[in-house]
């Protein structure tokens, strides 16, 4: 099956910083990813879309200068986190979608704000 | 606007019995459901969907789902559970309709299912 990854698996950081998420569909073009995120023992909530050359589309509540993302290829798309707070830590998945086909999630990226 | 609602957090139970988990969504619009299942440190896998046709969808490792329309459901079975069933398990559902929200999912809260011997 289609495979996506994400890079890195897990980040601490302090607090103030930029982090910067990967995610890659490895075997195929993703024309939409899509970005969640999950707090611990929560439902993923959908943070934005994200369509290969077009600025991302922001879910109503998410900060679209705080967590900028970058669709630059039909196989990556980047998630950055910028000036980070405690209250930003948490699981970040993504997930990609070729086409009217099915979502394929990646592996997850926790991240922990000191 | 959609949500979705697992009744059950947390569902414990022996080996090759039956299970069932609950899932009920509301839309104002027709949806597409589905299932996930997450296992420990791994990203969420699609184990069936709903999309048109029988209401009846089956996975290739026994899991079985019916949509019911009327009562708005989704709930997910499976007559005999592994050891190897123990994980996550997520009701999604995403607009049918199409537009600009087509593709967007939306997740219940999660079951997390564990066999016990």
């Known amino acids: 099956g289609a495979v996506v990854s994400q890079h890195p698996s897990w980040v601490i950081c302090k607090s103030g910083t930029s982090v910067k998420i990967e995610c890659r569909s490895l075997?195929?073009?993703?024309?939409?990813m899509f970005w969640y995120r999950q707090f611990p023992k929560q439902s993923l909530m959908l943070m934005a879309t994200?369509?290969?050359?077009?600025?991302?589309?922001?879910e109503q509540g998410v900060e679209k200068d705080k967590f900028l993302i970058n669709h630059a290829s039909l196989t990556l798309s980047t998630l950055t986190v910028t000036s980070a707070h405690p209250e930003d830590s948490s699981f970040y998945i993504c997930?990609?979608?070729?086409?009217?086909?099915?979502?394929?999630f990646g592996p997850g990226t926790r991240l922990t704000v000191l | 606007a959609q949500s979705v609602t697992q009744l059950d957090s947390q569902v414990p139970v022996f080996e090759e019995a039956p299970v069932e988990l609950r899932c009920n969504y509301s839309?104002?619009?027709?949806?597409?459901l589905f299932w996930y299942v997450q296992y420990p440190n791994q990203g969420l896998q699609l184990l069936l969907k709903?999309?048109?046709?029988?209401?009846l969808v089956e996975s290739i490792n026994g899991f079985e789902a019916e949509f019911n329309k009327s009562q708005t459901s989704f709930h997910l079975r499976k007559p005999s559970v592994h050891i190897s069933d123990t994980a996550e398990y997520f009701c999604?559902?995403?607009?049918?309709?199409?537009?600009?929200?087509?593709?967007?999912?939306?997740f219940g809260q999660g079951t997390i299912l564990t066999v016990h011997p």
């Open positions: 709903y999309l048109s046709g029988s209401t």
């Open positions: 994200s369509n290969e050359g077009s600025k991302a589309t922001y």
């Open positions: 999604a559902v995403s607009d049918a309709a199409g537009g600009t929200s087509y593709g967007k999912l939306t």
């Open positions: 075997d195929f073009q993703a024309t939409t």
């Open positions: 839309s104002s619009v027709s949806v597409y």
């Open positions: 997930s990609a979608k070729q086409g009217l086909r099915s979502q394929y």
